[in-house]
């Protein structure tokens, strides 16, 4: 069974760069059939989508983070990551990675890690 | 603000149905068969609980399913249980460039 578990700092400066890792186990990133998600839910709020990758490096960022956002994937240590620029306080949130396939069959999760974008 | 609307909140009683509503637009559940729903316990992670407006992954009680007419979709919960007591999302497929797209959330409050 597939187990996605996130790793980083879980407090970050404003205007300065958010960095969070999945590191994916029993099951490999560079399995074609799948795509590798971040998703962040803001405390007491709903979910939102940020972007996916897949194994090739190809990527889909959510168009309202787009210009900050940038994920990649490292094959050789089963993990995709997360960056996230010039982060404000609207940016405190528990950020989840996540995968899925093609055609969807719905997302499964990591446990999420809190990130607090605070001085 | 979400691109889907769901009621924030429902509820009932042991034993009885409910229904959460999530509505979209034809360029997201209207538009496409992939519509999911998420269960979140309190401080938990989301648990898929329906995939493809209907199909239920294998573990989640057949208590749970879902539809979807036009821009609106819906998760019925059949039998309500104690343990189904939690916050559910909706979400759905958006085409190639916004791609997902989720709802602000409906808590279940099990009375």
């Known amino acids: 069974q597939v187990q996605l578990q996130e790793s980083g700092p879980g407090l970050v400066k404003p205007s300065e760069t958010l960095s969070l890792t999945c590191t994916v186990s029993?099951?490999?990133?560079?399995?074609?059939?799948?795509?590798w998600s971040w998703i962040r839910q803001p405390p007491g709020k709903g979910l939102e989508w940020i972007g996916y990758?897949?194994?090739?490096?190809?990527?889909?960022?959510n168009p309202s983070l787009k210009s900050r956002v940038t994920i990649s994937v490292d094959t050789s240590k089963n993990q995709f990551s997360l960056k996230l620029s010039s982060v404000t306080a609207a940016d405190t949130a528990v950020y989840y990675c996540?995968?899925?396939?093609?055609?969807?069959?719905?997302f499964g999760w990591g446990q999420g890690t809190l990130v607090t974008v605070s001085s | 603000q979400s691109a889907l609307t769901q009621p924030r909140s429902v509820s009932g009683s042991p034993g009885q149905s409910v229904t959460i509503s999530c509505t979209g637009t034809?360029?997201?559940?209207?538009?496409?068969?992939?519509v999911s729903w998420y269960q979140q316990h309190p401080g938990k992670a989301p648990k898929l609980m329906i995939y493809?407006?209907?199909k239920r992954p294998s573990g989640v009680p057949d208590r749970f399913s879902g539809s979807k007419s036009g821009n609106t979709a819906s998760l019925t919960i059949s039998g309500l249980q104690a343990e189904d007591e939690a916050d559910y999302y909706c979400?759905?497929?958006?085409?190639?460039?916004?791609?997902?797209?989720f709802g602000g959330g409906t808590k279940l409050t099990v009375l």
């Open positions: 996540a995968r899925d396939r093609w055609p969807p069959q719905g």
């Open positions: 029993g099951g490999s990133v560079s399995s074609g059939s799948y795509y």
């Open positions: 990758i897949y194994y090739s490096g190809s990527t889909n960022y």
């Open positions: 034809s360029s997201d559940v209207g538009g496409y068969n992939y």
């Open positions: 493809d407006v209907s």
């Open positions: 979400c759905s497929y958006a085409g190639s460039y916004t791609f997902w797209v």
